[in-house]
């Protein structure tokens, strides 16, 4: 079994900034890209930004220069630093993980349950 929990999410006014964290566990082989994505209500889920596991990083335009994301491969954790955040960027944020729990079997995606981001005044 391979989970994966979000934290960090909250409730920030606009300007604001909020870290969160993703945390993977159970039987894992080797972790490849991670991402976060987000879905605010009445939307549909947009790609917020991923990072492979070589570190390479690549974001949605809304979120350029002003989201990071990064990854400690020895937690097997990703972290979204969200700065500068706008009442825009609410949503739930969920993260996502191509995971290979043995050496003979394959990579599959694994999701997050999800984490409230909530940017108002």
């Known amino acids: 079994q391979v989970q994966l929990a979000e934290s960090g999410g909250g409730l920030v006014q606009p300007g604001g900034s909020l870290r969160l964290s993703c945390a993977a566990s159970g039987n894992i082989f080797s972790i490849y890209v991670m991402a976060w994505y987000r879905q605010a209500p009445g939307k549909r889920r947009e790609l917020v930004a991923t990072i492979t596991r070589g570190g390479s990083t690549d974001y949605a335009d809304s979120v350029k220069g002003r989201f990071t994301i990064s990854r400690d491969a020895g937690k097997n954790t990703v972290y979204l630093q969200m700065n500068s955040l706008k009442p825009e960027d609410t949503a739930v944020y969920s993260c996502?993980?191509?995971?290979?729990?043995?050496?003979?079997?394959?990579?599959?995606?694994?999701w997050g349950q999800g984490t409230q981001v909530t940017v108002s005044s």
């Open positions: 996502y993980a191509n995971i290979q729990i043995a050496a003979a079997l394959g990579q599959r995606g694994y």
